[in-house]
């Protein structure tokens, strides 16, 4: 591809244009890597809200590229609801079970409503990045929190300046 040997004019912009359509726009290539995003999403195993947000925003993107690829993906809300439904944590789950009244299946849209909620929820509670809340996870958090602490002791009372035994 030679656009950089094409001159700068107007009447060479829809040529260069064409040339990198051409060589770029490849959609199949952009779909595959879209659901790979969408679909290697990480497993949550600690309820977080910035996690709970993470998830629900590349999917929503992920969907929305997709639209643009005229992919019909309002047809596959059934396959994202459960595979977002298994990227969740156990307390997330749970939460969500019993916030349904029926066993209709919940539209897309409520799902994500649900998680946003839960995701200002455990900001409100403040565990927005925090190690979950049980004992003995938290217990390991604080050890290594103080392992990483570290105090410095200056045991000379010489001046580094003039010499004499004095405190700086």
């Not at 094409?6 to 779909?31: K, P, T, V």
């Not at 998830?55 to 019909?72: F, K, Y």
Request: charged content about 25%; overall charge neutral; proline content about 4%.
């Amino acid at each position: 591809m030679q656009v950089h040997s094409l001159s700068i004019c107007d009447a060479n912009y829809d040529i260069a244009m064409q040339q990198l359509i051409n060589r770029y726009q490849n959609d199949r290539q952009l779909l595959f890597a879209i659901m790979r995003r969408l679909f290697h999403q990480p497993c949550i195993s600690v309820a977080s809200s910035s996690l709970l947000r993470q998830i629900v925003d590349v999917t929503r993107e992920s969907l929305r590229t997709m639209e643009t690829l005229n992919q019909p993906v309002d047809s596959w809300e059934s396959i994202v609801l459960f595979l977002i439904y298994q990227k969740l944590d156990a307390g997330t789950k749970e939460i969500y079970e019993q916030s349904l009244h029926s066993s209709k299946i919940p539209s897309l849209d409520e799902f994500f409503e649900f998680i946003e909620q839960r995701s200002r929820a455990l900001e409100a509670a403040g565990s927005r990045n925090q190690i979950n809340s049980r004992p003995a996870e938290r217990n390991k958090f604080e050890a290594v929190q103080k392992s990483s602490v570290h105090h410095a002791k200056y045991t000379s009372s010489q001046c580094k300046i003039c010499e004499p035994s004095h405190p700086i």
